[in-house]
């Protein structure tokens, strides 16, 4: 690798050294927290989010060193009670999975990767909305401040045990499903804190995804039809679909929970008339959903990288968009599969797990495309492609397992054991967090002008990969077994498997730390990045590293993203470049295939 | 406010900060576009199908956030149709339908109003949302005497409703006998209501209803966890301990079967007999109701309240946009090159109109 100490344009030209970038602007912090610039946007979600998945592991490395042995590890460590060390087992699981899901797993690749890319991928200065983008990032603030809130009330009712009866009870121990009528009248802790922290943190959610659709309808670039946009704007919009129509329900659910804690409306509680039925049948009815929330945005991350590494033009275009969509509305008719034991009828049992046999059909319609993509390419495997080749295979494993689980006779012998753990962990951490890590690395030139460190992100990709599967693999077993999910104590037959799941966590841990440091070694030691470093052809390669203030400097015009025959490599910025002869965005010469109309 | 935004660059949408701020035509930034154009639009068009199309998206999460609960409600009609056929008497039908008209002639207006605002009238503008705020504090004004009626009754939201479970209700914490305390308070209430006649009125046998209350006690005691078969897994528990215990999933046969069902299932010879005088139209009193259905009877009232109320806030959200661009229009900012914000907070106040022509026929027109 050649070390360039320039910045370069799409042409390879040098860049002038006071050329504007969005990170040099402006300055101050004003000029951060008041911006209304969609990339400087999502900069401030990435920090946001990434403190909080850092507070979500740290969570998980505690309830995993609980299990470390069938007693009560921790707390026989530092003197509690049997009782308070099971309460705070019962926390961190719970804090675990809200923490995860509601600040980092959802927002994560539409808040992050997507703010800052959608407007270029579409050739756009900026989302439709930007002021409404700005607010949907304070309403994550706001709501992520509830469960910190929820987690100092913790942290100091169990130092001053008084506190408690000023205050009331601190942290979390519903479960993040905040089931009734445990949630509505029996849990002593901060309920209607974290009900309120995902309720406006559902609103941040609608609102990105409102911004999404009104962005990708209106702001296209000229000569950008549909079947021209990246398919990680697909994704991104079958996502927004989503955000729209499941989130409000979540709301009217969260609000109905809290009225009853409050003021014991009592609708979901059998003491007092009420059905706590109706709450999952509500909560499922966005959470089904939701899953598709947190994954379809990895699959459009994972379209564009398998593409872009395998110098091919991606392979069923139009059946990998339209799969997306078709995801986004089955999506919503298969939620009553979590209640499977919960005293639905044996109809409506039936009909969910017929239902949720179907969504695997979009599902491995992508996981064919993105192979036969690779099928035959000059496949570069670069961090990036590491990852996507880690997530094709974990997603693989996790949607076959996800169809063991819509089979009505195995999901009772499974259900609410550690193969249900596994399973869902396979399609959030091994899907979702490898082609978000996949993405930021993918996209990270772009977002700063820098190149990460390659061979450390390889070794990063690979311990996390290795990390991650002594984690979970094993959990597939211990659940067939019959090992019950969230227990703090369990029979001493099950110990190796927790010992191998908990060393496996330990390692996650390190790979990402080690991800961690690769980036911000990155942004201060790393290399300028061109403009282009992988050749791809959607928008927003066609502009400098990192973009201007309003993104481009000429406003571009919309071709098929997957043709890479215009760009060619050009060894001394190690990237890509365009003929300045040939503008940007030019048509192929090629007659265009019948994807691109 | 200070735009950090806006810099050295004077295309910037630096009006977007302030929207009281212009409109008055003499905005000191200096545009090469039109004066509301935001730096990342191209045209006006494009602006304006943008902040439609994000509207009605918008409207689209209201409806599904409202939807649940339209769902909620649809159940419990659904499985216990005799509550809502008893205590929507309590509701006000003529206030109900006084304040249907007052948000159908407001929604009028405001459609008017944008007409006006395309075509740059702006006194009859500013006349047609000062009418439509009018109506929209009328709408609010007669749901305020609505929900002080009702408070004064003791029909609360929450566990302080005369419904309640008495056991569980802080009104009647301090009476040796929870249960009759509340039946002869509820009775009170029905006479008011003009649910039930005066006294001694009311065909329901027995002129003091103290006859009929004994095997009622009785009828609800059956529900006791420790009698859980007589209950046939839907009746109340005293205490919410034990209930939380017990699977509360309605049967369901049970759950779609209904009064007649259940009445002739569980207590054949206490509420069968009322059930023709129900029948024939006779008004339901609260002692017609199966047990079961005695201790959900507050379930319309929380009902009512989460429906209204959220209705309500929403009410109050438009009152606040409308009259955000009341002051706006009245310093002339729209006329036909620009008209956006009216538009939209129109469509967003049809919206808590067409709600509430659902609700009301859903909460007081029920037969």
Known sequence: ?597 | MQDPETGTQPTQASQHHDAGAHGQGGDAHAHDHAPHLAHHFDTPTQQFESGKLGMWVFLATEILMFGGLFAAYGMYRGNHPEIYLYAHHYLDTTLGAINTIILLASSFTVAWGVRAAQKGQRKLLVTLLLLTLLGGFGFMGIKAIEYTSKFTHDLWPGSANMFYNPTLNPMFADANDPRAAQLEAIRHLEEYYGIRGGHGGGGHGGGHAGAIEQPRITLTDDADPGDAEAASGQGEAPGPSPAVERSMINPPAVGAGGLSEEALGEAPSHVAPHMPAAAAGATLTYEDLPPTEQSRAHMFFQIYYMMTGLHAVHVLVGLGLISWITVRSFRGAFGPAYYTPVDLVGLYWHLVDLIWIFLFPLLYLIH
Do not use: C
């Not at chain 1, 296209?220 to 079958?238: C, E, H, S």
């Not at chain 1, 179907?358 to 990852?387: E, Q």
């Not at chain 1, 890479?564 to 940007?584: K, M």
């Open chain 1, 1 to 597: 690798m050649s070390a360039n100490p320039q910045a370069t344009d799409i042409y390879g030209k040098p860049l002038p050294a006071d050329a504007d970038n969005y990170l040099t602007h402006s300055r101050g912090i004003a000029s951060w927290l008041l911006t209304l610039d969609h990339k400087r946007i999502g900069i401030m979600y990435m920090v946001a989010i990434l403190t909080f998945f850092f507070v979500g592991g740290v969570f998980a490395l505690l309830l995993r060193t609980e299990l470390l042995t069938p007693e009560a590890t921790i707390g026989t460590a530092v003197g509690m009670s049997e009782d308070e060390a099971y309460r705070f087992y019962n926390q961190m699981f719970t804090l675990h999975g809200a923490v995860m899901v509601f600040l980092f797993i959802i927002p994560a690749i539409p808040a992050i990767l997507g703010n800052i890319i959608l407007p270029m991928m579409v050739g756009a200065k900026d989302v439709a909305f930007p002021r409404l983008n700005l607010a949907s990032w304070y309403l994550y603030m706001i709501g992520g401040t509830f469960f910190l809130w929820v987690l100092a009330k913790g942290v100091l009712n169990s130092l001053f045990p008084a506190l408690a009866g000023f205050w009331g009870g601190g942290g979390l121990d519903t479960g993040w499903t905040f089931y009734t009528p445990y949630s509505s009248s029996a849990s002593g802790t901060a309920v209607i804190a974290a009900v309120f922290g995902a309720f406006v943190l559902g609103f941040s959610s609608i609102l990105t995804g409102v911004n999404f659709i009104a962005t990708i309808h209106m702001l296209r670039a000229p000569n950008q039809g549909w079947f021209r946009l990246p398919l990680f704007l697909w994704a991104l919009y079958a996502t927004a679909i989503i955000q729209i129509l499941a989130t409000p329900v979540l709301a009217i659910t969260l609000l109905l929970l809290a009225a009853e804690r409050i003021l014991g409306i009592g609708v979901f509680d059998p003491a007092r008339g009420g059905d706590p039925v109706l709450f999952q049948h509500f909560f499922w009815f966005y959470s089904h959903p939701a899953v598709y929330i947190m994954v379809l945005p990895a699959f459009g991350v994972i379209s564009e990288i398998i593409s872009s590494f395998s110098r091919k033009h991606i392979f069923g275009y139009k059946f990998i968009a339209f799969s997306s969509v078709a995801i986004a509305l089955l999506g919503f008719l298969v939620w009553g599969h979590h209640m499977f034991v919960s005293g639905q009828s044996a109809a409506a049992n039936v009909i969910f797990s017929l239902l949720t046999f179907s969504v695997a059909i979009p599902s491995a319609i992508k996981v064919f495309n993105w192979v036969t993509t690779m099928y035959k390419g000059a496949i570069r495997l670069d961090t990036p492609m590491l990852f996507a080749m880690g997530f094709i295979m974990l997603f693989t494993i996790g949607g076959l397992t996800g169809l063991f689980l819509g089979a009505l006779a195995v999901d009772i012998h499974v259900h609410d054991t550690y193969f249900i753990v596994a399973h869902f962990h396979f399609v959030m951490v091994g899907s979702m967090m490898f082609a978000f890590l996949g993405g930021m690395f993918y996209w990270f030139p772009k977002m700063f002008g820098k190149m990460y460190n390659e061979f450390w992100g390889r070794v990063a990709a690979a311990v996390i990969f290795i990390g991650f599967n002594l984690t979970f693999y094993i959990q597939f077993v211990a659940g067939s077994q019959g090992m019950p999910r969230r227990y703090a104590t369990y029979l001493p037959e099950f110990q190796v498997h927790h010992v191998t799941s908990t060393i496996g966590a330990y390692v996650l841990a390190i790979g990402l730390l080690m991800v961690l440091a690769n980036w911000i070694h990155s942004l201060v030691k790393g290399r300028p990045a061109p403009a282009n470093p992988w050749g791809h052809n959607s928008l927003e390669w066609h502009t400098a590293s990192p973009p201007p203030h309003e993104n481009f400097l000429r406003a571009p015009r919309g071709s098929d993203p997957y043709h890479f025959d215009q760009w060619h490599y050009d060894e001394t910025i190690d990237g890509y470049v365009l003929d300045p002869e040939q503008p940007a965005g030019a048509a192929a010469p090629q007659p265009a295939p019948a994807h691109q109309r």
